[in-house]
């Protein structure tokens, strides 16, 4: 047997992606455009450790949760230490702002982090192991008018990208003052009917989730039941009414769903949730909502806090389910050389350099292919311009300059050939 065949070729983990060229370019561009509109509406960037102690997440996101009980790569480190890879990114961001005491500078603190997030669910389409979220996070001031700027600024950030085909829900889960009456009067709602052990059981720890449940006899069997948005109270209802009327007024379309349950219990008030309904099961590309108590929970101040998570991997799928392409988001060079001969190989190494020098992408042909070989080079690159080097050119001081869109070909003078370029390509 060969070296080879003795070895099963190694694999990703299961349910961990790869993003390999040429769609890890959609990916990089998705995160970008996502992140990018949270640094235009004032966020600041915030890196922070992919694992922490495990204590953030299980006080954070909530024991009760699946998020907690059941997906939670959690180990001991080598000093025994228990530590967990986070699967979500609110907790962490509140732990670093009380740790560095953001929260005690200007109000609101707005901040934004992307990145892998850990979640050992079962994988399937548009459902991974390791995640990738663009999340934004504004913490200290209670004013629906932030809901909205989150809200809208998750709208616009898929707009950017092209999407049509979202739906934004939105509700309101109420707050410590209206909460437990309600969560009371939906219990007692939910104790009258004949429900299995294991749905009784949620109706006592989580009765909001068993009107998430979507077997069809409990949605019959709940058709009736208490909901949260006709319980709110005054504080909580005002403040949601000026939230959707800030909506409506910046154009960013959403519907009312009174069932929407989320997989974190920090949540208070505001709750939304994107979904696309070209992705099958898993049609939540992001989601996010207030979480009025959270701070306090993890130690901090009491000060309220509302953000999102985006799934960059399934904004990634909505863009193939709507058969949309970012524009130029394969050009990975503007500028392709292409030197026939040794000589001319040390001429381009300089222009190529040059040119990078004065920010022009530009790539060049490696190794000896020949002319077409090399200027298949230039097509993989997306590149608008291939420069030739040739024995001839080289005499003549000069290159031959071809716009590859155009099918049009000058020769500039080496000397020039920087300048021309960035003229052509900048104005
Ligand atoms: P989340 O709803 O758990 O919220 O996750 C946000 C988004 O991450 C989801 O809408 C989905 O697009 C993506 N996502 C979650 N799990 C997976 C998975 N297993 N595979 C692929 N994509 C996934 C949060 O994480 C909150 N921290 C959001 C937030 C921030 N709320 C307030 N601030």
Known sequence: MSDKKQFQALQAPKGVPDYVPPQSATFDAVRKTLVGQAYLAGYSHIELPVFEDTTVFARGVGESTDVVSKEMYTFADRGERNVTLRPEGTAGVMRAVIQHNLDRGQLPVKLAYYGPFFRYERPQAGRYRQLQQVGVEA????????????????????????????????????????????????????????????????????????????????????????????????????????????????????????????????????????????????????????????????????????????GVDRTVLALEAEGKTIPGVEERASVF????????????????????????????????????????????????FALVLGDQELANGTVALKDLAAHEQEDVALVDIVEVLAKKLHG
């Open 139 to 310: 913490i200290g001031v209670d004013d629906p008018a932030l809901d909205a700027e989150v809200v809208a600024l998750a709208d616009r950030g898929y707009r950017a990208l092209g999407l049509t085909e979202f739906r934004l829900e939105m509700t309101s889960l109420g707050c410590g003052n209206c909460r437990p009456a309600y969560r009371e009067k939906l219990q007692e709602f939910l104790f009258k009917l004949d429900l299995d052990e294991e749905t009784r059981h949620r109706a006592e720890i989580n009765p909001l989730r068993v009107l998430d449940d979507k077997r069809p006899d409990i949605q019959e069997a709940t058709a009736d039941a208490p909901l949260m948005l006709d319980h709110l109270c005054e504080e909580c209802s005002t403040h949601f009414e000026t939230v959707k009327s800030m909506l409506n007024d910046m154009q960013v379309p959403f519907e009312i769903n009174p069932r929407m349950v989320r997989g974190l219990d920090y949540y208070t008030k505001t709750t939304f949730e994107f979904v696309h309904d070209g992705l099958g099961a898993q049609s939540g590309i992001g989601g996010g909502g207030r979480y009025d108590g959270l701070m306090a929970q993890l130690g901090g101040q009491d000060l309220s806090g509302i953000g999102f998570g985006l």
């Open 337 to 384: 050389g292409v030197a026939l001969g040794e000589e001319a190989k040390k001429e381009m190494v300089l222009i190529i350099n040059k040119l990078r020098q004065a920010g022009i992408s530009s790539d060049m042909s490696y190794g000896d292919r020949g002319l077409k070989g090399a200027m298949k080079g230039a097509d993989r690159a997306g590149a608008r």
